[in-house]
């Protein structure tokens, strides 16, 4: 199976950083390796389509709202997502957790209302520095996971993607171990199987993200449970996540 390679913009790019970017992405893209789904910007997302329209790359959203449709100034919905052709939609990240307040209560409720409209929801899960110095990592992440995930149908989990993301390795120039990532993967392929199923466990595909970079994204990447890598800073460089995508084993 292909990896998964995911990127998420952030609020970085202006329009014409994204055009140059996809111009060159899809012409150099060999999809023969993984699969890339690429997260720009809201206003971002026309163009991207656009520009990837005879391309095997996906585009996704960065967030989206928890309410259908109605009086929620600001706010993007699942459906108006699914209009502009998009595919996934990460929920969960540790930007919104954070900066944003996002509970695991409303994460659950995103989750649900972007996969009635048909969109793949990749969802991040990970401990802060001081769960990690207190060892309380595994905990932390079957906890999201219960909640975030509670009464959703199995079939729905075809559609979700789990990011083991620890927020001290964001941005911060300090991956987790393969070790850490394998704990991570197999804590989180158990809780599938405790609130799901066995098959659901080894279905599921879990990424890891978190500073990665040309160095460092083999031997995670390829460690065991896990199948594919969320990329931020990274992925600003249109040539480092190429180089990533058309030579990752
Ligand atoms: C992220 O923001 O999801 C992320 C993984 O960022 P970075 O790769 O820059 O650590």
Known sequence: MKKLIVANFKMNQQPSDVK???????????????DVVICPA????????????QSPVKIGA????????????????????????????????????????ESDKLINKKIKTALKNGLKCIVCVGETLADRN??????VIRKQLDEDLRGLYENELESVIIAYEPIWAIGTGNNAS?????????????????NFSEKA??????????????????????????DGGLFGGLSLNVNALLNIANSIK
Do not use: W
């Open 20 to 34: 140059n970017y996809f111009i060159k992405f899809v012409s150099l893209f060999t999809g023969v390796r993984a």
């Open 42 to 53: 809201y206003l971002d997302i026309p163009l991207a389509k656009f520009l990837t329209n």
């Open 62 to 101: 960065q967030n989206v709202s928890d309410e259908e449709e109605g009086a929620f100034t600001g706010e993007v919905s699942a459906k108006m997502l699914k209009a502009q052709g998009v595919e996934y939609v990460l929920i969960g990240h540790s930007d919104r957790r954070i900066k944003f307040k």
């Open 134 to 139: 207190t060892e309380r990592t595994y905990e």
């Open 178 to 194: 393969v070790k850490d990532v394998e704990n991570a993967a197999k804590v989180i392929r158990r809780a599938i199987n405790e």
């Open 201 to 226: 466990s080894r279905d599921i595909q879990v990424l890891y993200g978190g500073s990665l970079n040309e160095k460092n994204y083999a031997p995670l990447l390829s460690c065991t449970g896990i």
